[in-house]
């Protein structure tokens, strides 16, 4: 494998060499290392900047280097964007941009390669309203188009839910197909065409796209309209329109094309590799399969981590050669090209310190240097986790959700509880005085209530004891749904797995959680109890004690807990060398609720000969610090849960934020130590039924060998807890309420088209387009509207009587634009009037100024479509 890897990775060296010269000392000098986006394309082997208003244009002849400088600690992303249609040379030029900037920035990024069509979640999640393809570009030889201009006739072919991309295709029918969405984009009129087989959230993010060119690119003067490709019928004005630009239809649209499905994670092994050079050649040695742990990676080397063939991962040890950081892209190309992977295969390159999310949830275990979790350590003790957490002022839970998610606490569980039993399959009450006490033979329904700005909220835990019966677990989940339902699904759900209680609901028993092995609490039966029992005991405070029942043996001692042993004849209380004062305070007291017997203390080694033969004798225990050890952190991951493309899928969204929270689809938050499922109010049946069953195998595919028993919380849209709340930056509470559907645009859209038709019959005037008698708004070739018209210019607008006395009272001469922009009325020269100054500048300022004072426009053009409205008589 030596010599073909070697092979890969020499056809990969780009011919040209591209030199750190002074010029691009000064280029990555201007480099802001503020957070925020910055773009280079690569022109004649250059870096040049790309404006902003350009963002997400790319042209399929050029690569480009995008920069991503995150507000989480000022952590960065450098992407290299190949087209397809861009020149190995071009290609070579960019990656070692890449690495030179990559060693600029202190080899603190992770480097991302691009590959148009198949860009990471993350590159896209930088461009809100997608990413358009363009013709043309360097390679290509073709020009490349300047956009902010009428002059313009271009079909783009949107496709995505999520991460929407517009490529430039064919002006012509035989592009369209019934399973997506065209943008007919003729400068002045963008025409949105929705193929019948599209849905709702794919035709919203086309109508945003269709609005981000006409507000970027035309100045907010191009007027939009949607035609539904099952009812050309309802659209005659505009189907004119793209008659007139595509030509006459004469079969019928194309079927759908069915999605790509290359971008699926591949169900394999994660792979790690020990990467190195002997006598200039490259070796790349296999250390390890799935669960991989930390340990494996080594500072002085770098490692290549093939996910399963679905990505390509190098990391670079902090004391690696110089020369192997630098070959490190290019030797995960290499490899790439040696294991036969499609081209399109994502790669990314990090260095030790900066690892992504995606690498570090690949190990079982990850620990960052001189990090804690929320406001206290936790630690894995032998096989039940032990948690240090400090008092926190419970207040501060609800004001600060970061923290309510980072501890795991809606509260401080002072709230109220209602706690039922599955027996015969039915729901019966539980006595208050049982509170607490949960049997491994049962399974049990817990309902939280607590008050948030007086509103009640709920949280229903499903407790399932290990020894329960399946009809009793699917009883259940059952009788949780019949309560859900009473109070009007408004309660979040818990899954409980014995054994993996989350925090709250340790609070909400005040350290009086006792967990039994086995048995029932049914009123009545009495449990058969054979010989001596013992129960482990952890916790400092009345917010995270449990008392779990074990087998009664030496072994299942450890140093760091205090253990309750109910004997025959004897109740010992034991003390382990690694507890503390709290820890045995809590530990008397809910051995107090476990027995009334009195209990005889016994330090660790000064164990009377009855303790151990009450255990069956003396045997090993752990009893060794090396089994304290920090709790892996991970960040939260999230994922959309959708079948609206025909099937079930999961997709990742990368710096994911509320807006990536889709009302018709399940979302699936990870954040390691519990799984939420977020169920929008539009999702349907099929997608919230098939989401359990994903988180599930979710949990069992892992390559970290993740815990089958993880918490899962289903969580409704609208009645968010602050536990999850916590994990999204800057949460609106509000932000549904105010939403607008996507019929809702449309048919503002439509209104604004219908309004700019009044316009122009209020004008007496006719536009065509060529040889056709076009009346739509904003066609090709159109005279510019009123709004457009200026002084002293022949006009057919001017037949307006409104406009006629404008033209007159200025005279026929231009304002400046200083004596027009943020002046109040009283201010403004004679004869200008304040709700149409737009017409009294020249076509150069009128340009010149879009961008800079859009908002003022754009309230006049406002304004102006409710006169408009008046002189209709629409309202």
């Known amino acids: 494998m030596v010599a073909t890897l070697e092979a890969a990775s020499k056809s990969m060296k780009s011919t040209v060499h591209v030199m750190m010269n002074e010029t691009n000392k000064d280029a990555f000098r201007s480099v802001n290392r503020k957070p925020g986006l910055q773009i280079w394309t690569i022109n004649k082997l250059q870096m040049v900047p790309v404006p902003s208003h350009s963002f997400g244009n790319f042209f399929e002849g050029d690569c480009y280097i995008v920069l991503h400088m995150s507000q989480n600690m000022g952590t960065a992303d450098i992407h290299y964007w190949i087209g397809k249609a861009s020149s190995q040379d071009e290609q070579g030029a960019a990656a070692v941009y890449v690495s030179q900037l990559d060693e600029y920035l202190g080899g603190a990024p992770v480097q991302h390669r691009e590959v148009q069509g198949y860009e990471s979640p993350r590159f896209k999640s930088y461009f809100k309203n997608g990413v358009i393809y363009k013709k043309g570009g360097v390679a290509s030889g073709f020009d490349h188009v300047d ?135 490259m070796v790349v040695q296999e250390v390890a399969t799935q669960p991989l742990t930390q340990d494996l990676l080594q500072s002085s080397d770098c490692y290549i981590l093939d996910n399963g063939g679905s990505s390509v991962m190098v990391w670079k040890g902090k004391h690696a050669s110089k020369e192997e950081r630098q070959a490190a892209m290019n030797r995960a190309v290499g490899y790439i090209k040696a294991k036969n992977y499609p081209t399109s295969t994502s790669v990314e390159v990090m260095s030790e310190g900066g690892e992504s999310a995606m690498f570090k949830h690949l190990f079982k275990s990850w620990k960052d240097k001189n990090t804690t979790q929320g406001l206290g350590t936790t630690h894995s003790l032998g096989k039940i986790a032990k948690l240090d957490q400090v008092k926190f002022d419970v207040l501060q839970l609800h004001g600060h959700p970061e923290l309510a998610a980072q501890q795991r606490m809606v509260d401080d569980g002072s709230g109220d509880i209602k706690v039922w039993r599955i027996e015969n399959l039915e729901l019966a009450e539980v006595e208050p005085r049982s509170y607490g006490q949960f049997y491994g033979g049962d399974c049990y329904l817990v309902l939280y209530t607590y008050r948030v700005s007086n509103r009640e909220q709920h949280i229903l835990y499903m407790w399932q004891g290990r020894h329960a019966t399946k009809d009793e677990v699917t009883a259940c989940a059952y009788q949780a749904v019949h309560i859900d339902n009473k109070y009007n699904g408004t309660p979040v759900q818990v899954r409980v ?307 006629s006395h404008l033209f007159s009272a200025a005279h026929g001469k231009h304002v400046a634009p200083e004596v027009l922009i943020n002046k109040p009325a009283s201010e403004l020269p004679p004869g200008v009037d304040p709700c149409h100054k737009e017409n009294f500048l020249s076509d150069n300022d009128f340009e010149r100024l879009l961008g800079v004072d859009r908002l003022e426009f754009q309230r006049l053009a406002t304004w102006r479509q409710n006169e408009l409205k008046k002189k209709a008589g629409l309202f």
Request: net charge negative; proline share 5%.
């Open 497 to 803: 797995v014995m054994g993996k209680e989350p925090r709250h609901f340790l609070a909400i028993f005040k350290g009086k959680l006792i967990i039994f092995e086995g048995g029932t609490g049914r009123p009545g039966v009495v449990n058969p109890v054979d010989g001596a029992r013992l129960f482990q005991v952890r916790g400092t405070n009345e917010l995270n004690t449990k008392a779990t029942e074990v087998l009664a043996r030496a072994s299942s001692l450890n140093s760091n807990d205090v253990f309750l042993l109910d004997g025959e004849h004897s109740c010992y209380l034991w003390y382990g060398k690694g507890c503390n004062g709290d820890e045995r305070l809590m530990g008397r007291a809910v051995s107090d609720v476990l027995s009334k017997r009195e209990k005889q203390v016994v330090m660790e080694g000064q164990e009377p000969a009855e303790f151990w033969v009450a255990l069956g004798g003396k045997a090993p225990y752990a009893n060794d610090k090396s089994f304290q050890m920090e709790e892996p952190l991970h960040s939260p991951r999230l994922f959309e849960c959708s079948n609206q493309t025909g099937q079930f899928r999961m997709t990742e969204m990368a710096d994911f934020a509320q807006s990536d929270l889709d009302e018709e689809d399940v979302m699936l938050l990870d954040t390691w130590e519990e799984i939420f499922l977020w169920v929008g109010n539009s999702a349907n049946e099929y997608e919230t039924k098939e989401a359990w069953n994903c988180a599930r195998e979710y949990l069992r595919t892992h390559p970290a060998g993740r815990d089958l028993d993880t918490p899962m919380i289903s969580v409704k849209q609208g009645f968010e807890p602050p536990t999850f709340t916590g994990w999204f930056n800057a949460w609106d509470p509000h932000k549904w309420s105010g939403g607008k559907s996507y019929n809702q645009i449309r048919k503002e859209l439509n209104d604004e088209a219908t309004l700019s038709q009044v316009n122009i019959n209020l004008n007496n005037t006719t536009l065509k387009s060529g040889g056709g008698g076009y009346q739509a708004p904003g066609g090709p070739m159109s005279p510019p509207p009123v709004y457009k018209s200026h002084l002293g210019e022949s006009s057919p607008h001017a037949t307006s009587p409104t406009a």
């Open 147 to 281: 956009t902010n201009t009428y002059n313009v006739q271009r079909l783009l072919h949107v496709k995505g839910r999520k991460h929407v991309t517009a490529t430039e295709v064919d002006v012509s029918w035989n592009s369209f197909n019934t399973g997506d969405i065209f943008l007919l984009d003729l400068g002045k009129a963008i025409v949105q065409w929705n193929g019948e087989k599209s849905n709702r959230r794919e035709k919203l993010k086309a109508t945003l796209l269709a609005q981000d060119i006409r507000d970027r690119e035309r100045g907010g003067r191009a007027q939009i309209g949607v035609v539904e490709g099952a009812d050309e019928r309802d659209s005659p004005e505009l189907m004119k329109t793209m008659t007139e630009a595509l030509g006459q239809r004469n079969t019928p649209v194309k079927a759908a094309v069915p999605d790509d499905d290359s971008l699926q994670a591949r169900n394999a092994i994660v792979r790690l590799y020990h990467v190195y050079d002997v006598s200039g050649n």
